[in-house]
């Protein structure tokens, strides 16, 4: 008996995941290779900036342990409903076994999540001001918005990293 309600109740998940897999079958080979190449170099690049963050504050920090922290962050953050909390927090306590623990952990895992985003806040500023540029047909001023507030996070990060530092 719970053999069958658990055959009725998985067929619609089943039958969900198996609608949103058919287009795969159907897509081109090329822009299945292009998609594939793209993450694998986003993946690459995630483990070369922690790797080159933390291995900077924690010398035990290397780009083997880089990798692992950021597939198994990877994996955390999807699989933890926390909102990308499970992956920082697997962060943390890594950067604490290699030395870097307290103050000094959260400093590093900041500096590296910094430069991460920075990334993503300057595409929404220069793609947002490229299309202010261009003009257009009333998306402008849908565009200006979303460029300035990358562009004050931008600054605002900056002057937060140049201000000078008092002695705790």
């Given at each position: 008996?719970?053999?069958?309600?658990?055959?009725?109740?998985?067929?619609?998940?089943?039958?969900?995941?198996?609608?949103?897999?058919?287009?795969?079958?159907?897509?081109?080979?090329?822009?299945?290779?292009?998609?594939?190449?793209?993450?694998?170099?986003?993946?690459?690049?995630?483990?070369?900036?922690?790797?080159?963050?933390?291995?900077?504050?924690?010398?035990?920090?290397?780009?083997?342990?880089?990798?692992?922290?950021?597939?198994?962050?990877?994996?955390?953050?999807?699989?933890?409903?926390?909102?990308?909390?499970?992956?920082?927090?697997?962060?943390?306590?890594?950067?604490?076994?290699?030395?870097?623990?307290?103050?000094?952990?959260?400093?590093?895992?900041?500096?590296?999540?910094?430069?991460?985003?920075?990334?993503?806040?300057?595409?929404?500023?220069?793609?947002?001001?490229?299309?202010?540029?261009?003009?257009?047909?009333?998306?402008?001023?849908?565009?200006?918005?979303?460029?300035?507030?990358?562009?004050?996070?931008?600054?605002?990060a900056l002057w937060?990293?140049?201000?000078?530092?008092?002695?705790?």
């Amino acid at each position: 008996m719970a053999l069958a309600a658990l055959v009725l109740l998985a067929d619609r998940p089943v039958a969900a995941l198996t609608d949103a897999l058919r287009p795969i079958a159907s897509a081109d080979p090329a822009w299945v290779a292009a998609a594939l190449g793209f993450e694998t170099a986003s993946f690459a690049g995630y483990v070369a900036l922690l790797w080159l963050v933390a291995g900077r504050a924690a010398p035990r920090f290397d780009l083997r342990t880089s990798y692992q922290v950021t597939l198994a962050g990877a994996a955390a953050t999807r699989l933890l409903p926390t909102g990308g909390m499970g992956g920082a927090a697997l962060a943390l306590w890594t950067l604490g076994h290699a030395g870097r623990s307290g103050r000094d952990g959260v400093r590093t895992l900041l500096t590296f999540l910094v430069l991460l985003y920075a990334v993503f806040f300057a595409a929404i500023a220069v793609a947002g001001g490229a299309i202010v540029a261009g003009g257009g047909d009333g998306g402008t001023s849908l565009a200006a918005l979303p460029a300035a507030g990358g562009a004050t996070v931008i600054v605002v990060a900056l002057w937060l990293g140049l201000r000078r530092r008092h002695p705790p």
